[in-house]
């Protein structure tokens, strides 16, 4: 029974953006989601999906709790030496404009259980800061993809205003600088 509350919650929440960001679609999403875990609260997955979807739609306190409960039922394992030697290997370079920049106040490298890509995630202190927003800092992602065989760089990816931008040149540039991408860092 609860896996087809989780269904239900995984299509209203896939037609969200269909259906212009319209909150009713995504109420309906929550509520599948919240129904589902009543039956099975122990489901690590969909209680991201619920925390996935308060992210969304910007309501962060709740998000961060169904987040804080992923993290008890599914706590994160230490990182090992290998996983820091590969994220430093594959950490990109950042360049931002001297005249127009923001401080990067945190960034979290983040390696795929099962895929060869890390998401690096940027922490910058805030260009807007609207007070009680929930939302002290803008953030940005970058992927990059690499070929473990090879330990080559075949993919970067950049998260900029709801869309991923991906590019032959960022690979190339990767390739000739040691396995690390230039990312522009740009505002206003």
Request: net charge negative; hydrophobic share 35%.
């Given at each position: 029974?609860?896996?087809?509350?989780?269904?239900k919650g995984?299509?209203?929440l896939?037609i969200?953006?269909?259906?212009?960001?319209?909150p009713v679609?995504f109420?309906?999403?929550?509520e599948?989601?919240?129904?589902?875990l009543?039956?099975?609260?122990?489901?690590?997955r969909?209680?991201?999906?619920?925390?996935y979807?308060?992210?969304?739609?910007r309501?962060?306190?709740?998000?961060s709790?169904e987040y804080?409960?992923v993290l008890k039922?599914?706590?994160?394992?230490?990182?090992s030496?290998?996983?820091?030697?590969?994220a430093?290997?594959?950490?990109p370079?950042l360049?931002?404009?001297p005249?127009?920049f923001?401080?990067?106040k945190d960034?979290?490298?983040?390696?795929?259980?099962?895929?060869?890509i890390?998401?690096y995630?940027?922490?910058?202190d805030?260009?807007i800061?609207h007070p009680?927003?929930?939302d002290?800092?803008d953030h940005e992602?970058?992927w990059?993809?690499f070929?473990?065989n090879?330990?080559k760089?075949?993919g970067?990816?950049?998260?900029f205003?709801?869309a991923?931008f991906?590019t032959?040149e960022a690979?190339?540039?990767?390739?000739?600088h040691?396995?690390r991408?230039r990312?522009?860092v740009?505002?206003g």
């Open positions: 029974m609860s896996k087809s509350y989780f269904e995984d299509m209203y896939d969200y953006d269909a259906y212009g960001r319209n679609v109420e309906s999403a929550i599948n989601y919240k129904k589902g009543q039956l099975d609260p122990d489901n690590t969909y209680h991201y999906r619920l925390g979807a308060y992210h969304l739609m309501r962060l306190t709740e998000a709790g804080e409960v039922l599914d706590p994160p394992r230490s990182a030496e290998d996983d820091l030697k590969l430093d290997k594959y950490a370079r360049f931002v404009n005249e127009e923001f401080d990067l960034l979290v490298a983040v390696i795929h259980p099962e895929k060869p890390i998401a995630n940027l922490f910058w805030n260009d800061d009680g927003d929930n002290p800092s992602v970058v990059i993809e070929n473990q090879i330990r760089v075949t970067v990816y950049m998260y205003h709801r991923v991906f032959e690979v190339k540039d990767a390739n000739l040691r396995q991408a990312i522009n740009q505002w």
